[in-house]
Each structure stands twice: as structure tokens, then as C-alpha cells.
Antibody, heavy 120, light 109 residues
Framework: QLQLQESGPGLVKPSETLSLTCTVS??????????WAWIRQPPGQGLEWIGT???????YYNPSLKRRVTISVDTSKNHFSLNLRSVSAGDTATYYC????????????WGQGTLVTVSS | QTVVTQEPSLTVSPGGTVTLTCASS?????????PNWFQQKPGQAPRALIY???KRHSWTPARFSGSLLGGKAALTLSGVQPEDEAEYYC?????????FGGGTKLTVL
């Protein structure tokens, strides 16, 4: 059974870089036919798509975050990462990683999420 | 900026039927936007219910159905159960851009 697990600091200072990792088990990032994504949810608010990549090397970012975001992948460790630069309080959120199948277009698998607070 | 709009809140009685909708600021929602629906309960990650407008996942109860209705994507719950009380989000695909709706808080009362 596919499992995704987010990890990283729970507290980041303003203007610094938020870095998170999503470790995948029960499946491979090298498998074709899937997209892997970061999605976030500020406390008490809705979901926001951050970005998506696939094994073919295509990466897509939300235009509202594109200047500050980088998603990278390490297939040897079967994990992918999120870097969000120059954070502010508005970036405080629960960050989820998720997998979408190309065939369905559905984010059927999600990590449990990790809360990141931006505060000095 | 593309905005996807849902009803902020709806209330339904147990056993009743309710329809949640998902509208796009760009115009009518069609199957080309591949509407998805998610259910989220407090403290949990979202759970996928519907994809490609109408298709249920293997774990999605049959009382949940997706459709297009009056230029919007729609999620209908028939025979609502108390455990259906949750936040529901739609997701639309605009080419490479993906936009979630603001969510509908469904109360079963």
C-alpha cells in the first residue's frame, strides 16, 4: 500500500526558507503514469495547490508561488522535496504531499500533512 | 486570477439529499476541467471521492455522485449519513494550473 510521509521543521523564521521532504513507501517515484504534488492548507482555510512533477521531468508550479518555490526529487532515496523561499506568516499552513494518477487525474493518495508555522 | 467558488456552508437532515456546487470564474465548468471532489474531516488529510466529473473511487459510497449542473460541477449526496458531516472541496484543472474551491462545510442536523 502506497504511503507518503512529510517531514521537516515545524517552525521557520520569516524571510528564511521552508524545506520539507515527502518520503514515499510502497511505490516508486520512478514509476511512469503518476504526478507527485505539494498542496498546503492554512489553518482554518482551504486547500492550495503548490506544484506538481512527474518522473519524465515535467514540473509545474502555481503562478502565485512560482517565484519562491522549487520542487526537487531524489529517486535514490525515493523522496521529493519542497523549498519555499522568503517565507512570511501567510505561509503558515499544513503542507501535504500527494500522488495523482495520470489515468484518473485524481489525488487518491495523501500524506498525513505537517504543520509549518512561520514566526520569529 | 482564476477563482473556484463553492457554497461556504450547507445543512442537511439525516437521510436527506443535498447538492454542492463548484463554479469557475472563467465561465461554465465542463468535463474538460476534470472536476474532482474531496472530503476532509477535522485533523485529517483530504480523501478523494470523485474524479473526472462523475467517477467514484472504489472506496466512495454509492450515495455520493458527481455531475455537471447548470454550468457548474456538482456533488450530490443522497441518503445523507451523520458521518458525512465534513468539509468538501472541489478541484478543477485549467491546463497545468490546478485550483481548489474554497470548500463547503456540510452540517448534518
Amino acid at each position: 500500500q502506497l504511503q507518503l510521509q512529510e517531514s521537516g521543521p515545524g517552525l521557520v523564521k520569516p524571510s528564511e526558507t521552508l524545506s520539507l521532504t515527502c518520503t514515499v513507501s510502497g511505490g516508486s517515484l520512478s514509476s511512469s503514469g503518476y504526478y507527485w504534488a505539494w498542496i498546503r492548507q492554512p489553518p482554518g482555510q482551504g486547500l492550495e495547490w503548490i506544484g506538481t512533477f512527474n518522473y519524465g521531468g515535467n514540473t509545474y508550479y502555481n503562478p502565485s508561488l512560482k517565484r519562491r518555490v522549487t520542487i526537487s526529487v531524489d529517486t535514490s532515496k525515493n523522496h521529493f522535496s519542497l523549498n519555499l523561499r522568503s517565507v512570511s506568516a501567510g505561509d503558515t499552513a499544513t503542507y501535504y504531499c500527494a500522488r495523482r494518477a495520470r489515468s484518473t487525474g485524481s489525488y487518491a493518495f495523501w500524506g498525513q500533512g505537517t504543520l509549518v508555522t512561520v514566526s520569529s | 486570477q482564476t477563482v473556484v467558488t463553492q457554497e461556504p456552508s450547507l445543512t442537511v437532515s439525516p437521510g436527506g439529499t443535498v447538492t454542492l456546487t463548484c463554479a469557475s470564474s472563467t465561465g461554465a465548468v465542463t468535463s474538460d476541467y476534470s472536476p474532482n471532489w474531496f472530503q476532509q474531516k477535522p485533523g485529517q488529510a483530504p480523501r478523494a471521492l470523485i474524479y473526472a466529473t462523475t467517477k467514484r473511487h472504489s472506496w466512495t459510497p454509492a450515495r455520493f455522485s458527481g455531475s455537471l449542473l447548470g454550468g457548474k460541477a456538482a456533488l450530490t449526496l443522497s441518503g445523507v449519513q451523520p458521518e458525512d458531516e465534513a468539509e468538501y472541496y472541489c478541484l478543477l484543472y485549467f491546463d497545468i494550473l490546478q485550483v481548489f474551491g474554497g470548500g463547503t462545510k456540510l452540517t448534518v442536523l
